[in-house]
């Protein structure tokens, strides 16, 4: 099975690849790592399932986090990156608020994403336009991993393969099976240390699309702290980075929480795109 962290990957992907003709001036760049040392080691198999079982514990999450989006090539140099808070239900339910930033400028009105497990409705304040469309269709668009590709995965988890996962009682070998993950030469590890602080990254290499899916762990509490994809594609240089800021299990949720009502004067238009690129 194909495992369920690459489906992100090309989702990632299609996102940049697809629209890097509009591309936002090199000053807009901001390193989410910096002073990173990779020294490689033996996989911790162990300390992956904890992990994932850690990451899925909860069947709602609340995560801040921040974005960063680059590709590059010689005559493309495009970075931007946006602030995203998501609560995230395993039943396919969530809310998520997306504030695109450029550096010496006021950020714009934060992106309104919300699903009620059957439809995905898109706002965009400046605009007052907001769109709907399937949760199936959001799920294969370029827009899915901008809601957070933390968020992003675990609401690709099956419920019931998050409940299994969660109660703890599987050998650390078929918590990876759950998921589509197996030790070959495709998932390696090294130790960096990221602005000063020491992380286990796990890297599973999609060699079909050159491209590297990594977790950055803490290793000490078994959390997952920032995703990366990086690599090759099209001809683009690519690196998609997202820094978890803060994860929370169990937020408090309202029945407007997972609903969308349209603002007075808002235009219903056929699709929206959240890609900032």
């Known amino acids: 099975m194909k495992p369920i962290l690459m489906t992100v990957t090309a989702l990632s992907i299609v996102a940049l690849v697809t629209q890097k003709v509009n591309a936002i001036p090199t000053s807009s760049r901001l390193p989410v790592t910096s002073n990173t ?23 709602r999450y609340q995560t801040e986090s921040q974005i960063l989006i680059s590709a590059k090539n010689q005559g493309i140099d495009v970075t931007t990156y946006a602030q995203v808070k ?19 400028e ?10 009620d497990g059957k439809q995905v409705f898109i706002y965009k304040p400046e605009s007052k336009e907001y ?51 197996t030790v070959n030469s495709d998932l390696k590890a ?28 803490q290793p000490e509490t078994a959390t997952l702290k920032q995703l990366q994809i990086s690599g090759k594609s099209q001809g683009l240089d690519i690196l998609i980075s997202e820094k978890i ?14 609903t969308f009502s349209p603002p007075k004067g808002a235009k219903k238009v056929k699709s929206l795109s959240l890609s900032p690129l």
Do not use: C, H, W
């Open 106 to 115: 006021q950020p714009k009105p934060p992106t309104l994403v919300i699903s």
């Open 37 to 59: 040392i990779s020294q490689a080691t033996p996989v911790d198999t162990a300390l992956l399932a904890k992990t994932i079982t850690a990451f899925l514990q909860s069947s």
């Open 190 to 217: 090294d130790q960096r240390t990221v602005e000063g602080e020491s992380f286990y990254v796990y890297n599973y290499t999609a060699s079909k699309e050159g491209l590297t899916f990594s977790g950055f762990v």
């Open 245 to 258: 800021l803060n994860r929370t299990a169990n937020p408090a949720v309202t029945p407007q929480t997972f």
């Open 131 to 181: 769109a709907v469309t399937s949760y199936d269709n959001f799920g294969k668009s370029d827009n899915y991993f901008l809601i957070g590709m933390s968020s992003s995965l675990f609401l690709q988890i099956p419920s019931d393969v998050r409940k299994i996962l969660a109660r703890g009682q599987l050998s650390d070998k078929e918590i990876l099976q759950q998921i589509g993950l």
């Open 86 to 104: 998501t609560i995230a239900q395993s039943d396919g339910k969530f809310r998520s608020e997306i504030t695109f930033t450029r550096e010496g």
